[in-house]
């Protein structure tokens, strides 16, 4: 294995442990924060979507329209995002989006048809799209700063805080209108923003060999890196799609397919949520063992593996067990693929790859419904294992293709 493809554990003159200066903590600390709530904010919505489906009058079909403003905005200022992050730096646009992002999540409840609900969700999805290229680009820029491979503890992050929305989400829905929880949400952003944005605008994002030319100005893809860079971010789509597919078609296998209790099959998207977010909390660890390529590799075989085993098993607990090992196995491929496009072409990268990766979310659920009625629901879920298992041929690849760019 090309001794590229790991990255050093420690700063040169140690041989282990986090010897990062108090400043680079800061900035760890003020990021992971801010990947926590972006995941909280977004999870926080998700389950009021009922709710606000109840408040509006939408139908099924016309609330799915309004749902795609989401997914529109957020791609739309992902492409524009990487030029942002160049001219005013990614940390200063992390926390605009900080901002708008608290201020944007309580506008749905102030909807009242679903054409102004999709006109909204345009500006909630404008804003997380662009947070989530800026944080992304800010955090390989501190990976190369500290030399340690913690980009996996970020998104770890993100998923804890989306577990704990959801939580605190299902808790509250009961005793709080849509309006006076998200509400409440922006506050909770707006405070967490105020706290946490100040140590990154103190400290600029550190220039980087991706990021910049060779006389310090921001570097744009050209030629093969481009390429290299596209590669990654269909690494990124092939487990976003399996992440999508799950969240939306998990308990209804289990339910029809398999005959499980709806607490049980509502727990199948839970346990593949937890075996990712462990896995993502181990995730450095895991790079500095196997290197990156060793990662993209097993944890795409690891994630085909499960997925064949959750699609086809004959009994709940064997699909039970197969989403756990597929959560573990497609943990790390999505944020080892971001900060690899961003090591090579800094926010650009980011923002391609990211784009990309995001567009396997949004083709998951639709593809698994189009082949479960043209085949079955199991062999339709089967795809994630095909995807998970290109991801792993396409990490392999990518290794040369690194060496020669």
Same mark, same amino acid.
């Given at each position: 294995?090309?001794?590229?493809?790991?990255?050093?554990?420690?700063?040169?003159?140690?041989?282990?442990?986090?010897?990062?200066?108090?400043?680079?903590?800061?900035?760890?600390?003020?990021?992971?924060?801010?990947?926590?709530?972006?995941?909280?904010?977004?999870?926080?919505?998700?389950?009021?979507?009922?709710?606000?489906?109840?408040?509006?009058?939408?139908?099924?079909?016309?609330?799915?329209?309004?749902?795609?403003?989401?997914?529109?905005?957020?791609?739309?200022?992902?492409?524009?995002?990487?030029?942002?992050?160049?001219?005013?730096?990614?940390?200063?646009?992390?926390?605009?989006?900080?901002?708008?992002?608290?201020?944007?999540?309580?506008?749905?409840?102030?909807?009242?048809?679903?054409?102004?609900?999709?006109?909204?969700?345009?500006?909630?999805?404008?804003?997380?799209?662009?947070?989530?290229?800026?944080?992304?680009?800010?955090?390989?820029?501190?990976?190369?700063?500290?030399?340690?491979?913690?980009?996996?503890?970020?998104?770890?992050?993100?998923?804890?805080?989306?577990?704990?929305?959801?939580?605190?989400?299902?808790?509250?829905?009961?005793?709080?209108?849509?309006?006076?929880?998200?509400?409440?949400?922006?506050?909770?952003?707006?405070?967490?923003?105020?706290?946490?944005?100040?140590?990154?605008?103190?400290?600029?994002?550190?220039?980087?060999?991706?990021?910049?030319?060779?006389?310090?100005?921001?570097?744009?893809?050209?030629?093969?890196?481009?390429?290299?860079?596209?590669?990654?971010?269909?690494?990124?789509?092939?487990?976003?799609?399996?992440? =999508?597919? #799950? $969240? &939306? @078609?998990?308990? *209804?296998?289990?339910?029809?397919?398999?005959? %499980?209790?709806?607490?049980? +099959? /509502? !727990?199948?998207?839970?346990?593949?949520?937890?075996?990712?977010?462990?896995?993502?909390?181990?995730?450095?660890?895991?790079?500095?063992?196997?290197?990156?390529?060793?990662?993209?590799?097993?944890?795409?075989?690891?994630?085909?593996?499960?997925?064949?085993?959750?699609?086809?098993?004959?009994?709940?607990?064997?699909?039970?067990?197969?989403?756990?090992?597929?959560?573990?196995?497609?943990?790390?491929?999505?944020?080892?693929?971001?900060?690899?496009?961003?090591?090579?072409?800094?926010?650009?990268?980011?923002?391609?790859?990211?784009?990309?990766?995001?567009?396997?979310?949004?083709?998951?659920?639709?593809?698994? =419904?189009? #082949? $479960? &009625? @043209?085949?079955? *629901?199991?062999?339709?879920?089967?795809?994630? %294992?095909?995807?998970?298992? +290109? /991801? !792993?041929?396409?990490?392999?690849?990518?290794?040369?293709?690194?060496?020669?760019?």
């Amino acid at each position: 294995m090309p001794q590229l493809n790991k990255l050093r554990t420690a700063l040169p003159g140690g041989t282990g442990g986090d010897t990062a200066p108090p400043v680079s903590a800061r900035l760890r600390t003020a990021l992971t924060v801010f990947f926590a709530l972006d995941g909280f904010l977004f999870a926080g919505w998700v389950v009021r979507i009922p709710a606000i489906k109840h408040q509006t009058g939408a139908s099924a079909s016309a609330l799915g329209l309004a749902l795609l403003g989401v997914s529109t905005g957020a791609v739309i200022t992902m492409m524009l995002a990487g030029g942002l992050c160049r001219r005013f730096g990614s940390h200063p646009v992390t926390v605009v989006c900080g901002v708008l992002l608290s201020l944007a999540i309580a506008l749905p409840a102030q909807t009242h048809s679903a054409l102004s609900l999709g006109l909204v969700l345009l500006v909630f999805g404008a804003a997380y799209g662009a947070m989530n290229v800026a944080m992304n680009s800010a955090a390989v820029d501190l990976v190369a700063r500290l030399r340690r491979p913690v980009m996996p503890s970020f998104h770890a992050a993100f998923s804890l805080g989306g577990m704990l929305g959801a939580g605190v989400g299902a808790l509250v829905a009961g005793g709080l209108s849509p309006a006076a929880h998200l509400a409440v949400l922006t506050g909770v952003g707006l405070l967490v923003t105020a706290l946490a944005g100040p140590v990154l605008l103190r400290h600029p994002a550190p220039r980087t060999v991706a990021a910049t030319g060779t006389a310090g100005q921001p570097r744009r893809m050209t030629g093969r890196t481009r390429n290299v860079v596209l590669m990654f971010g269909v690494i990124a789509l092939c487990t976003a799609y399996g992440e =999508g597919a #799950l $969240a &939306d @078609w998990s308990a *209804l296998h289990l339910e029809q397919d398999l005959h %499980a209790r709806p607490g049980v +099959a /509502a !727990a199948g998207y839970s346990l593949f949520a937890l075996a990712m977010t462990a896995g993502r909390l181990t995730g450095t660890a895991l790079l500095e063992r196997l290197g990156q390529t060793r990662t993209l590799v097993t944890g795409g075989i690891a994630g085909a593996a499960g997925m064949l085993l959750g699609s086809l098993a004959p009994t709940t607990w064997l699909a039970l067990l197969g989403f756990a090992v597929a959560g573990l196995g497609l943990a790390n491929i999505f944020p080892v693929a971001v900060g690899r496009a961003g090591e090579l072409a800094g926010s650009s990268g980011v923002a391609a790859a990211s784009t990309i990766g995001y567009g396997g979310m949004l083709l998951g659920p639709p593809a698994i =419904g189009f #082949l $479960a &009625d @043209w085949v079955s *629901l199991p062999a339709a879920l089967t795809t994630v %294992a095909v995807l998970a298992g +290109a /991801a !792993a041929t396409l990490g392999y690849a990518a290794r040369r293709a690194v060496t020669n760019s």
